[in-house]
């Protein structure tokens, strides 16, 4: 090879020598690109870092949701945004899928609550009004629950209560939901304490089932032994005792409301845990009564109208409520054919008995303290118990007067004797009366009585005219008598004048003039006594003078 070279002269270039590798140099124009490629995978490892969980909320319509626009928030705080809004494949409801915030992640439990927030107006008052200019949105009530949720279906309306407020919940079991609806205030001496979270209808049809809450610390009055009554609008009630009205707050007569009240507050009860389940009575009366641990019932036969009796009517013993009316029937004898009234009654025998105090009650002596009773004349009666209101109660009293009668306990429930009532006995007495009096010869009486005002009549006009002929005959005559008297006395006063002038003083006719002017002058005086008492007594005339009684 070397001599080739030298030929061809190619001795002097030098020899080629293999280079190992090529270094990379990198340009500055790669430097931009490179640094904005990590800026960015920084960014989206950052998002998809922070980025929050999405969940699916159903609600029965879109009304106030717009995919892009409607934000979820809790307590007015910004929380997640709703992405999309489709109508569900059996088109019964819509699905919001919601995208939330990192930190909402813990929250998302089976019993958290998700709900449009629109304007809305109910009993408790009006809500959502800083939707009117910031459009609707979701809000958000955070549940206790442990257990995690995705899916979730949507309310229709905002709890009443939320779950972070301090207090307890307690299930109320009622008849019927009446004038109660959600927000109904709770009171405790008129002052409220709570409000109706929700309330269901019983799986059996039969009841509802209210949960209401009660704020703390009011809670803690709520113990074993309270009673809950519905205390909704104005309670008018009209019984034996007379006329009742009775109401917690103006609110109340509106919306409806819930009152409770410790039974014995006297009494050291246990508070009670939350959710315990309370009976919600109809009127606070009915809720406040005394629970009797024994109770005895038995059955009244009456055969006299119950019209005014009613199932819960008092049964009284001399001013003591010892039992009520349970129920009313009518009774058909074949055997006699006779239609009676049953009425049944609850008494508790505890109320009947005395006993010293800390005596264990002994059921056996309730029996032998009614024998005893009855034996003695207890019966029971109906009687009035209001006269306005004409409602009958039952009266357990003593009647010595009453046939013989026992208890029979054969009977189930044990028949009690009866006596007819007070109204009974006048009614048998006015008809006693009645028939007496149709007995009597009241068309001969009638006729008698008729008579004697007929005789009465005509003595009366006879009388009449005997006063009118007195008027007419005698009255006249007399007024002549004395107008001649009268001119009889003048005459003798004239001779005397003439006797005066024409005798002398001291002539022996003076005595004899003097004899007769005393004459006269009892002439006179008795003509004057005859006058004045005919002036007095003109019937003199025809009767004559009477004597002077002694």
């Given amino acids: ?66 995919a892009g626009k409607t934000k979820v928030k809790y307590k007015d705080v910004e929380v ?52 009117l200019m910031g459009g609707s949105h979701i809000g958000v009530d955070v549940g206790r629950s442990k257990q995690p949720q995705r899916a979730f279906t949507g309310l229709e309306t905002a709890p009443a209560v939320a779950m972070d407020v301090p207090g307890s919940r307690f299930q109320l079991h009622s008849t019927d939901l009446g004038s109660l609806d959600i927000g ?17 209808l019983d799986k059996d049809g039969n009841g509802v089932t209210f949960t209401v809450f009660v704020a703390a610390p009011y809670d803690k009055y709520v113990r074993t032994n309270t009673r809950f009554w519905n205390a909704s609008g104005v309670d008018l009630t009209m019984d034996a005792s007379g006329l009742k009205l009775d109401t917690q707050s103006l609110m109340s007569i509106l919306i409806g409301g819930i009152a409770f009240q410790t039974l014995d507050e006297s009494a050291e009860a246990p508070p009670t845990g939350a959710n315990t389940a309370f009976t919600l ?41 010892v039992g009520e009316v349970s129920g009313i029937h009518v009774a058909h004898d074949t055997r006699t054919k006779e239609v009676n009234m ?28 009614l024998n005893d009773m009855v034996a003695h004349g207890l019966r029971a009666q109906l009687n009035s118990g209001n006269m306005l209101t004409g409602q009958l109660i039952v009266v357990l009293d003593f009647f010595p007067n009453a046939p013989k009668a026992q208890v029979n306990w054969a009977t189930n429930p044990p028949q009690f004797p009866t006596t007819p009532g007070s109204l009974v006995e006048l009614q048998t007495t006015l008809m006693r009366i009645v028939k007496k ?30 006063v009118q002929r007195m008027n007419t005959d005698v009255v006249p005559e007399i007024r002549m008598t004395l107008e001649e008297a009268r001119k009889t006395l003048d005459e003798g006063r004239k001779t005397l004048s ?31 006594d005859l006058t004045d008492y005919l002036e007095r007594h003109p019937e003199s005339l025809i009767r004559g003078k009477q004597e002077d009684k002694p």
């Fill in 342 to 369: 049953l009425v049944e009654m609850r008494i508790y025998p505890e109320r009947l008995r005395s006993r010293a105090v800390g005596a264990v009650p002994d059921p056996k002596e309730y029996r032998a303290i």
């Fill in 80 to 131: 997640g945004l709703v992405k999309d809004v489709t109508i569900a494949r059996d088109i019964t409801h819509v699905i919001a899928t919601v995208e939330l915030k990192k930190e909402v992640t813990p929250y998302l439990v089976e019993d958290t609550k998700f709900w449009v927030v629109r304007p809305r107006i109910s009993g408790g008052g009006i809500t959502g009004l800083g939707t």
């Fill in 184 to 200: 109904s205030p709770v009171y405790f001496r008129r002052i409220q304490v709570g409000q109706v979270a929700s309330y269901e």
């Fill in 498 to 528: 003439a006797a005066k002038q024409t005798l002398s003083a001291d002539g022996p006719l003076q005595q004899d003039l003097r004899v007769t002017l005393r004459e006269l002058a009892r002439t006179a005086q008795s003509l004057r």
């Fill in 437 to 466: 009096l149709e007995k009597l010869p009241l068309d001969e009486t009638v006729a008698d009585v008729r008579k004697v005002l007929q005789t009465l009549d005509v003595a009366v006009k006879d009388a009449d005219k005997l």
């Fill in 281 to 321: 009575f109809a009127t606070r009366d009915e809720a406040m009564k005394n629970r009797d641990t024994i109770s005895q019932s038995f059955v009244m036969i009456f055969k006299e109208s119950v019209r005014g009796l009613s199932p819960g009517a008092t049964v009284d013993f001399r001013g003591v409520t």
């Fill in 1 to 66: 090879m070397s001599d080739m070279q030298q030929e061809l002269g190619l001795s002097d270039i030098p020899e080629a020598v293999p280079d190992s590798g090529k270094r990379f140099t990198l340009q500055l124009v790669w430097l931009i690109p490179i640094v904005a490629a990590i800026i960015g995978g920084t960014l989206v490892v950052k998002t998809y870092l922070q980025k929050g969980p999405t969940i699916t909320i159903t609600f029965k319509t879109g009304d106030g949701l717009e």
